[in-house]
């Protein structure tokens, strides 16, 4: 139970987080910042929460709201809800913290926090990426990784249904 216990600590509000980051940036580490659905966690975005991590010290996951993956995919979505996506991301062992955010995008959070360096996938031109004027203007970086060929949520839920 103590490794369970350990996981959901990691599950925390804005407030807590940035708390948290005064003491890792004491500690001199560069806070890493992504966020998205991660509705079906896949072979894919192991490897991009890896290499975000890999960016910096500390890394800190945005994570849409039952709600707001609806607002953004549609009413069949999520396929699992809020504190499922949470827990298992939180198990990771490179995720230092996951918040829920409830709007469709995470502006106010990374407005918020004020992370040394911003991840996206690299489907978005640095322009295009919500947040990055205020890591940019803010003194940090943005980066834009690659993703696995083939692996999508969208594509193992289009799986399953042709398996039915």
């Known amino acids: 139970m103590e490794k369970l216990m350990k996981v959901k600590s990691k599950i925390m509000r804005k407030e807590e987080v940035s708390g948290l980051m005064d003491v890792w940036k004491y500690m001199g580490l560069k806070i890493v910042f992504t966020n998205g659905c991660f ?5 894919g975005h192991i490897d ?13 996951i945005g994570l849409n709201t039952d709600a707001s993956v609806s607002r953004l995919k549609g009413t069949n979505r999520p396929i699992q809800d809020e504190q499922s996506r949470a827990l298992i991301l939180a198990s990771l ?4 913290a996951v918040i829920l955010f409830d709007e469709e995008t995470p502006q106010e959070l990374i407005s918020f926090l004020i992370p040394d360096i911003l991840v996206k996938g690299s489907d978005y031109r640095i322009d295009q990426i919500v947040g990055a004027d205020v890591v940019l203007n803010n003194g940090g970086k943005v980066e834009t990784m690659d993703f696995v060929p083939g692996y999508s949520t969208s594509n193992i839920i289009e799986k399953i249904k042709q398996s039915n």
């Open 48 to 60: 991009y929460l890896a290499r975000a991590a890999s960016l910096g010290g500390k890394l800190i």
């Open 39 to 43: 509705d079906i966690i896949h072979l």
């Open 93 to 96: 062992q490179f995720v230092d």
